[in-house]
């Protein structure tokens, strides 16, 4: 992914990308001819990880243990 820092921009251009939201759409012309064009969508939310089931963590516990036990 590429970042683009909106203080290293012109103020004019970081005003306008600061400006877009979801379903905005962004053309990038040069020369008249067009470069890209840039769909501005949703941030997506975090994806939290599932809580383990009872019997994985059981067994990731008791493997812990005999880790532990050998160990010392």
């Known amino acids: 992914m590429t970042t683009l820092d909106l203080d290293d921009l012109p103020p ?9 939201t979801d379903g905005d759409e962004l053309l990038l012309v ?4 067009v470069v ?12 939290t990880a599932e809580p383990a089931a009872d ?3 059981e067994e990731i516990l008791e493997h ?9």
């Open 12 to 20: 004019r251009l970081a005003k306008v990308l600061a400006g877009l």
């Open 64 to 72: 812990f243990k005999t880790m532990i036990e050998e160990e010392f």
């Open 36 to 47: 890209t064009r840039l769909a501005i969508a949703a941030a997506r939310s975090e994806v």
């Open 55 to 57: 019997a994985d963590m």
């Open 30 to 33: 040069q020369g008249g001819a």
